[in-house]
């Protein structure tokens, strides 16, 4: 027996050609919309980390500030502490060190030690008011973002970038815990050298903070341009 061809023009076949060719512009469709979708979703969130870095800044550079202004008069009053950890200074400098260190040092009185040295009686005030001295710098957003499938469709580039920041971010997280567990714990005034390690980190602190303050000034720019 011959084999029966099937005509194209038979309403069956047409019917399910037209069928095939539906469910695969279907599919076309709503893989196309779905991505589409996911773009618009990682473009939304990219805009969130951006938000989350402007934070970190606005909030970095006030307790950066406020560090900085106390880091000068912490050195000069830790220069001045003998083996005992007592305040001793030249006499004819105590107008210059009340001067110089009356932002964390509230002076009260002195006794002589002998004719040139004083050593000096009053309150040590190294408060700093700041949000970041209850919390560190967040992250939150940046590793929600890379557990999602954004993450997939995000340039190497931009990833790399954007990571930079919040590997800045956890070292100064990192020496600004040492430096804040230092200074509730009063540990720095336990000897000369708690002080001089105190003094150190906290000069450390202050350079990466910096660092990281610069580094933040590219903040649009990195984000802006991630793909």
């Known amino acids: ?39 618009d979703a990682k473009e939304k969130a ?22 900085e202004e106390k880091y000068e008069p912490i050195a000069i009053i830790a220069s001045a502490l003998d083996a005992n950890m007592n305040l001793v200074i030249p006499k004819d400098s105590l107008q210059v060190f009340r001067e110089q260190t009356s932002i964390i040092f509230d002076y009260a009185s002195f006794t002589a030690v002998d004719d040139t040295l004083i050593q000096l009686h009053g309150d040590f005030n190294v408060f700093i008011e700041s949000p ?8 939150l957003v940046w590793n929600s973002y890379k557990q999602t499938d954004f993450l997939s469709i995000t340039s190497f580039k931009c990833i790399t970038d954007v990571e930079a920041f919040y590997v800045l971010q956890k070292e100064a997280n990192a020496i600004k815990e040492t430096w804040k567990d230092q200074l509730f714990q009063m540990s720095f005034a336990r000897s000369a050298k708690s002080t001089e390690d105190f003094v150190n980190n906290w000069r450390v602190l202050l350079l990466k903070q910096k660092l990281l303050l610069d580094y933040y000034q590219s903040i649009d720019a990195v984000l802006n341009n991630c793909e």
Do not use: C, R, W
């Open 1 to 39: 027996m011959g084999k029966k061809k099937i005509s194209l023009n038979n309403p069956l076949f047409v019917n399910l050609i037209s069928t095939m060719i539906g469910i695969i512009a279907g599919l076309y469709i709503t893989s196309y919309f779905q991505e589409n979708k996911l773009y």
């Open 132 to 139: 970041l001295m209850a919390k560190k710098l967040s992250s």
């Open 46 to 67: 990219l805009i969130q980390v951006k938000q989350e870095l402007h934070d970190n800044y606005s909030m970095l550079k006030d307790f950066h500030q406020k560090v």
